[in-house]
């Protein structure tokens, strides 16, 4: 981003767009952060989970991405140059291929994983979960990686979220969008 552009306070995608490619952000309701460089454990996470989301979705209509994978969030159905809100999360199913297009997804995914990291858990945490929560993300998962924790959101029928459970980084998580989908983290073992 230039100097010129860090000095006002609301973004769009169309500015988001002219930003140099080195370096990586996301726009929350116009506001622009920064991404850090994720660390180590951060990426292994990132690595094994779309790993073994990639050998599930395999033969199903489903698709998988991971960061940098731009996500448009509309607000109602405006035009892309003036949506104020793009998150790259660390993991994005999207069921509806319709959402998927050159840039990226423009609406909701089905499923976010985000990986807690300091500079980036506050806003995982609380402002993007309740983004995702009013942009209708079904199912939505914050992990701890030091702590070995964490957390699974499913919106219900008021389209609001429920935490539906924590869990241990321990043992097997059943997926609640794909109930023959669990989640090892065996792998944790060797990196912790």
Not at 33 to 45: D, T, V
Request: aromatic share 12%; glycine share 4%.
């Amino acid at each position: 981003m230039n100097a010129a552009l860090k000095q006002r306070d609301y973004f769009t995608y169309a500015n988001y767009c002219q930003w140099s490619e080195e370096e990586h952000w996301e726009l929350i309701n116009g506001d622009a952060y920064m991404m850090s460089a994720p660390s180590r454990l951060h990426q292994e996470i990132v690595f094994e989970i779309a790993g073994q989301i990639r050998n599930y979705l395999k033969g199903k209509p489903c698709k998988g991405y991971v960061a940098p994978f731009d996500v448009r969030l509309p607000k109602k159905n405006e035009q892309d140059d003036v949506i104020d809100t793009v998150v790259q999360p660390d993991i994005a199913v999207i069921c509806d291929r319709n959402k998927l297009d050159d840039k990226g997804c423009r609406g909701a995914p089905d499923w976010i994983i985000e990986i807690l990291s300091p500079a980036t858990a506050l806003r995982d945490m609380d402002l993007k979960r309740h983004l995702y929560e009013v942009s209708g993300v079904k199912e939505y998962w914050i992990i701890h990686p030091t702590e070995q924790w964490g957390m699974m959101y499913l919106l219900n029928e008021q389209q609001h979220y429920e935490q539906v459970k924590m869990f241990a980084l321990s043992q097997t998580t059943q997926v609640a969008l794909f109930t023959d989908l669990q989640i090892e983290w065996t792998f944790l073992e060797q990196e912790i």
